[in-house]
């Protein structure tokens, strides 16, 4: 079992830039693979990024790549989403999920473990 706890959303213009956090308890932390989906208003949640159990594997969505960065801290249980070059598309409540097969791809084991989702909103 794995709970998380995502922090870090909030309002920002256009351009700018912000980093969500994930924490997470449980022994398995450092066996999970880890990703951020997001869902905007209206619209299906989909996958934003992954990481795989080791920090060795990253994925990225097409619309994300190049302005987003994931990296993961076993030893602090935590994950992060750093987004760079923040657009208005990019507007979505952000959840932060647990993939027990520990590979983090976009068609990996999601759906059991999420976060309760932070909000990002981005001006224009």
């Known amino acids: 079992q794995v709970q998380l706890v995502e922090s870090g959303g909030g309002l920002v213009q256009a351009g700018g830039s912000l980093r969500l956090s994930c924490a997470a308890s449980?022994?398995?932390?450092?066996?999970?693979?880890m990703g951020w989906f997001r869902q905007a208003p209206g619209k299906e949640r989909e996958f934003v990024a992954g990481?795989?159990?080791?920090?060795?594997?990253?994925y990225y969505a097409d619309s994300v790549k190049g302005r987003f960065t994931f990296s993961r801290d076993n030893a602090k249980n935590t994950i992060y989403l750093q987004m760079n070059v923040l657009k208005p598309g990019d507007t979505a409540v952000y959840y932060c999920a647990a993939d027990p097969l520990g590979g983090g791809s976009s068609g990996s084991g999601w759906g059991d473990y999420w976060g309760q989702g932070t909000q990002v909103t981005v001006s224009s």
């Open positions: 990481i795989s159990w080791s920090g060795s594997n990253t």
């Open positions: 449980g022994r398995t932390f450092s066996s999970y693979g």
